[in-house]
């Protein structure tokens, strides 16, 4: 085989990863606005929405504080959903009011001191994800602020001692 062929075979090679990735992976990918896509984290779980139900699916997770969490939110649903973590429950309300105002990613960007971590927007069939430093122990919900999703869309991190 000369130069020519090798590298042909070298590239059909990568084509053929490149398609096998991009079947695993579903979608568009962001690490946005966490810790840098190469950072290696030390959990990784899955969150996904199904069907028409407005739930994520686990509804709970938990994680030790401190350690480097990567969420994967694979949206096997009909809508466009997000997932963001909020500091504080009481901040749902505004958050809500801000994402609809904002609307595009429904992520209220002026409002981020008051997030943990999100996700950007991910259409039906697409996987998101986000790699954040767990805050500090406590209970922290994430919810949908997709306008009406919110007051049902939501789950809680424990974040463990
Ligand atoms: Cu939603």
């Not at 130069?3 to 979608?27: D, W």
């Not at 690490?31 to 984290?41: I, K, N, T």
């Not at 997770?61 to 500091?87: D, M």
Request: aromatic content about 6%; charged content about 15%.
């Amino acid at each position: 085989m000369g130069t020519a062929g090798r590298f042909q075979a070298a590239m059909s090679r990568f084509i053929g990863m490149a398609a096998l990735l991009a079947v695993s992976f579903g979608g568009r990918f962001s690490s946005q606005p966490g810790l840098p896509a190469s950072s290696l984290p030390d959990t990784v779980i899955t969150i996904r929405a199904n069907s028409s139900t407005l739930e994520f699916d686990p509804p709970a997770i938990a994680a030790r504080q401190g350690t480097r969490l990567r969420l994967r939110f694979v949206n096997e649903g009909t809508l466009p959903h997000n997932l963001v973590i909020t500091r504080d429950e009481e901040d749902i309300d505004s958050l809500a009011a801000a994402a609809s105002r904002a609307g595009k990613d429904f992520v209220p960007h002026a409002l981020e001191a008051k997030l943990v971590a999100w996700t950007p927007l991910a259409s039906p069939g697409q996987t998101v994800e986000v790699t954040f430093v767990v805050p500090p122990p406590g209970v922290y919900t994430y919810v949908c602020l997709m306008t009406g999703h919110t007051n049902s869309m939501m789950g809680t991190l424990r974040s463990l001692r």
